[in-house]
């Protein structure tokens, strides 16, 4: 594909659309109840982040939140970290799932690799949460007790999360890719009391056996008082040498049966679930999540942002390991079926999830930029293979989306679609930059800012920017920020990890552009950016520019500061089978970089390697690598246990090594 240039417009959305979407009639119901009129969402925004309690309340009314005790103030003070949200009111974000109960769809369509199709109803979703919460509280789990999960993306994981919200007790979940280490960093911090597992997983077409890391996790989390293992790889599964701590799935669920579904009414900030960072510089930090924050934020993510209505279907590419899982149940929340998928995006080939959509009326497709980029490469034709009439929306999020990638979604999926790129994080459990129904889409850019997140690109000295690239940061508290971390008292880590650079301003660690027009642009992670010669660029300009070759798969850059010396900046490349880094394609590359980005921004090496370092969820380790290269011990520098590939570490401590007998990092 030929390059494609930033910020060209792509597609707008009809004005019939934009008068039948789930933002405009917000907009109308603002003007009719308050008096409030604006002519575009950038008023709307603008006032969403300068009236902050005064949006939030109107979130809380337009959706119509059900508290069985009032609240007697939205927000008590405009301070982060601390911000207290609508402090009085008792609620439960499970009951809210439920209030959309209906029998004219099906709450859940799940298809796994050795499964077929099956939906099920809102009646049957119902009776299984009901007997989850009847066998939870006969094993005398309430508000506050932690349950843990090494388990797929499949529907047992929503029955045992909604009933652990509906008691009141908190949730945290691994996806069984993840080896033992690294379930253990993160659920023995919490001190689990309930651990679900899976006996294994398909994957590829093959099978994986886990039942050795769930023998290994119950040895390692001397909390637990019991384990249920749910047989999914082989229905005859069972634990060898397991006692009385052990059940089985059939046989846990039949202590709740006839269980009757109740909530409790926990406060607003009642911790809902633990998510994880990545561990890959360190121990994961636990980040605590509450109900009525989480609550909130997804209705209105997914009703405004992604106009998901009742009976839409709505689909994340997920695993229970990522925040877009959490992120893809709440689509239950606006009433949505909910499309579960488990197993290989390219098994049996790279249709597969596409055929899905099709099988189930999707009509939004979730999933990552590297996967939009994989069916690029296997040349798929999906709009022109499959009947994907009932979509209307796609979103892409993990990594910025590269401005080809938003030209093969229209000129391949389908010319009429609203395309979000997506970013936010497992810190806020959102997106903070997105899509709006009323705008347009430009190739290489987000939208907009989402309502009530007053994102920013700032200087060194915190004074904002515009058309300048900056560190991305929020100026105002959001209700789905953390509510603290796990195990971390005085707030200290949570501080140091959002608030040391800008003092009372959230930074998220990434170098961003927010344009005249109110779109963002995202460069990478702002400690990974490349500054060459005072020239700032982030890597995925790089990325974009190397991997737009055909002979180039994957690639990582890394610049390495040498303190009185220019910085040495080393490129890496994975390439297609058949193909070898030779002089001539080390040339192509070069002028490739020199001509789309600069001079400045030719990398200084070129090293050809099987595969780039990411982590488990798909991120590039560019800080990792870049502190092993400058001395860092691997120990200290990533997390093994915290990554897909943690072999490929060796080579790059072998070539720091071979680099500084050169001379080229000192």
């Keep these: 594909m030929a390059s494609v240039s930033e910020g060209t417009l792509l597609w707008q959305p009809s004005a019939a659309a934009q008068q039948q979407s789930r933002m405009m009639a917000y907009m109308h119901w603002l003007h009719a109840q308050q008096g409030l009129h604006f002519t575009d969402y950038a008023q709307l925004w603008e006032w969403s982040v300068t009236e902050v309690e005064a949006f939030w309340e109107s979130i809380w009314h337009y959706f119509e939140v059900q508290s069985s005790q009032p609240y007697t103030s939205v927000l008590v003070e405009r301070v982060m970290p601390g911000a207290q949200w609508f402090p009085g009111a008792r609620l439960n974000y499970a009951e809210h799932v439920f209030r959309h109960a209906t029998d004219t769809h099906p709450a859940l369509i799940f298809l796994a690799e050795h499964q077929p199709l099956t939906e099920i109803s809102w009646a049957e979703l119902r009776q299984h949460v009901a007997a989850v919460t009847g066998a939870l509280r006969g094993l005398g789990v309430g508000e506050g007790d932690r349950v843990v999960a090494y388990i797929p993306n499949i529907p047992e994981a929503l029955y045992i999360f909604l009933a652990c919200a509906s008691v009141g007790a908190i949730w945290s979940s691994c996806s069984p890719d993840f080896g033992s280490p690294s379930v253990i960093d993160r659920f023995k911090q919490i001190e689990p009391k309930v651990l679900f597992a899976i006996d294994g997983y398909p994957y590829g077409g093959k099978g994986f056996e886990r039942r050795d890391v769930v023998a290994t996790l119950r040895e390692e989390l001397p909390t637990l008082q019991q384990t249920v293992l749910i047989p999914y790889l082989n229905k005859d599964a069972t634990l060898e040498g397991a006692d009385d701590t052990v059940m089985l799935w059939g046989d846990f669920l039949a202590t709740g049966a006839g269980h009757e579904l109740t909530f409790a009414q926990v406060p607003f900030d009642q911790p809902l679930w633990v998510l994880y960072s990545s561990g890959t510089t360190g121990l994961p930090k636990p980040i605590v999540q509450g109900h009525g924050g989480i609550l909130l934020e997804h209705i209105k993510s997914h009703a405004l942002h992604f106009d998901v209505r009742p009976g839409d279907r709505f689909f994340w590419f997920t695993t229970t390991g990522w925040m877009m899982w959490n992120f893809l ?71 910025p989306l590269s401005p080809e990638a938003f030209v093969w979604v229209y000129e391949h999926v389908k010319p009429d679609i609203a395309l979000i790129s997506y970013s936010g994080g497992t810190d806020i459990c959102t997106g903070v930059v997105g899509g709006a129904p009323l705008l347009p889409v430009y190739t290489g850019e987000i939208q907009c800012r989402q309502l009530g997140a007053k994102v920013e690109a700032f200087n060194e000295q915190g004074q904002p920017l515009i058309d300048e690239m900056g560190e991305f940061v929020m100026t105002v508290p959001m209700p789905s920020m953390p509510l603290f971390f796990w195990n971390d008292p005085h707030n200290e880590r949570y501080t140091a990890s959002y608030f040391e650079m800008y003092p009372g301003t959230w930074r998220h660690g990434d170098w961003v552009k927010i344009t005249e027009r109110g779109s963002i642009i995202i460069y990478g992670r702002s400690d990974s950016t490349i500054n060459r010669m005072g020239v700032r660029m982030g890597t995925s300009d790089i990325y974009r520019a190397v991997e737009d070759l055909s002979e180039v798969l994957d690639s990582l850059v890394i610049d390495i500061d040498i303190p009185g010396k220019a910085s040495y900046m080393p490129l890496f490349v994975v390439l297609r089978e058949g193909q070898t880094l030779d002089e001539g394609l080390t040339r192509a590359i070069k002028r490739k970089i020199r001509e789309t980005l600069s001079p400045r921004h030719v990398p200084d090496d070129i090293y050809q390697i099987s595969d780039v370092p990411r982590t488990l969820s798909g991120k590039k380790l560019e800080v990792p690598i870049k502190k092993i290269m400058m001395g860092m011990p691997i120990a200290r520098a990533a997390n093994p246990d915290a990554m897909r590939n943690p072999d490929v570490l060796v080579y790059f401590t072998n070539l720091t090594e071979q680099l500084r007998k050169e001379g080229k990092l000192e």
């Design 329 to 399: 149940i709440g689509s239950l929340l606006v009433g949505s079926t909910a499309l579960l998928y488990d197993g290989s995006p390219g098994h049996p080939d790279m249709n597969v999830l596409w055929k899905f959509a099709e099988q189930t009326g999707m009509t939004f497709f979730g999933t990552s930029a590297a996967y939009i980029t994989a069916c690029m490469k296997a040349k798929i034709e999906p709009g022109r293979d499959l009947d994907l009439s009932k979509l209307r929306g796609m979103g892409s999020t993990g990594s």
